[in-house]
């Protein structure tokens, strides 16, 4: 059974006319996606401080924000998330994920460094992978100004942003420092999937087929980039020695299955990964805790697995 809080925040959107995001160009899209989240995000809570930052690799600036929680005043070294908004590689920048960072910051109790990785169809891939893997890259180099243990960094993200910290992972794997744990927030795994999931839950449930087709053709350069595993973390040729995972999905989101199937690649390959589905929730619910409950106890969870995971480690 679909929630009925969920139910009732799609009825409403469909009532205001709110046009689906293929319908849009990219800047509309944008403008769409950042105006609505007043409506559905809770208040910003207070962290102990904020400080924004460019990242520049090969030419190229990404600005990141940090999130400093309130135990970073009397500790001089604190674990950290790199986190990795979703929008399907088009939409979605610092502000529409600034509370989750907020939030998950004080909750687990680490440094939050948020990434605003290039998106299509003005940026191609790899571009947001590579800014994605210089950021992490960035936060392990930098971690001694930021305040941070380089052996506590976590990677993690919310749907686009699942797909890109999954692939990070992947391409860091041969690094002297790579991601202490990866937290993937109901992640696309492949492009132009075929699940059951992806036929069950692709209409009317906020993600749908034409809006996954118009954010994958954004994103990639041509058809043959779908091979590519760090487009695909699930068509990676091996899965083995990787950070441990937590990965949650939603029960009535097209990208359910890819979830699924990636916890079972990890595990399949030996590395501890723990999976979760919110049976009754749409995709994109946990940026959503004004109005589903469950969302707030999903940012919760994930709070709680990355201070277990982060914490419980001896501090280099």
């Not at 009825?11 to 995001?21: C, E, I, N």
């Not at 809570?45 to 030419?59: A, L, N, R």
């Not at 909750?107 to 003005?122: C, T």
């Amino acid at each position: 059974m679909l929630d009925p809080q969920a139910k009732a925040l799609m009825q409403l959107m469909a009532d205001k006319g709110v046009p689906p995001v293929n319908t849009l160009t990219p800047v509309e899209a944008r403008e769409s996606y950042r105006a609505r989240r007043s409506f559905t995000q809770p208040d910003a809570p207070e962290v102990y401080k904020v400080q924004d930052h460019e990242v520049s690799h090969q030419g190229v600036k990404v600005p990141v924000r940090v999130y400093h929680p309130f135990s970073a005043q009397t500790q001089k070294i604190v674990p950290a998330l790199v986190y990795v908004h979703g929008g399907g590689w088009t939409i979605g920048d610092l502000d529409t994920h600034d509370v989750l960072c907020r939030s998950l910051c004080l909750q687990a109790d680490v440094v939050v460094v948020s990434v605003d990785y290039r998106m299509g169809p003005e940026h191609k891939f790899p571009a947001a992978y590579e800014d994605t893997v210089a950021a992490f890259e960035w936060t392990a180099q930098h971690a001694a100004d930021l305040g941070i243990d380089a052996k506590r960094i976590a990677i993690g993200g919310d749907s686009a942003g699942g797909n890109l910290s999954a692939a990070a992972c992947l391409g860091l794997r041969s690094q002297a420092i790579q991601p202490a744990f990866q937290l993937l927030i109901y992640p696309a795994t492949l492009m132009w999937p075929d699940t059951p999931s992806f036929h069950a839950n692709g209409k009317g449930y906020m993600l749908t087929q034409d809006s996954i087709a118009y954010y994958t053709e954004n994103y990639l350069r041509h058809r043959e980039d779908a091979n590519d595993w760090r487009a695909a973390p699930q068509l990676a040729e091996s899965h083995a020695n990787l950070p441990p995972a937590f990965i949650m999905t939603a029960g009535f989101d097209p990208l359910r299955d890819e979830g699924l199937m990636y916890a079972d690649a990890l595990s399949t390959a030996g590395v501890p990964a723990q999976y979760v589905c919110f049976e009754r929730q749409i995709h994109g619910f946990i940026t959503m805790g004004r109005v589903i409950d469950e969302a707030n106890m999903a940012v919760s969870l994930c709070a709680q697995v990355l201070r277990a995971k982060l914490h419980g480690a001896s501090a280099a």
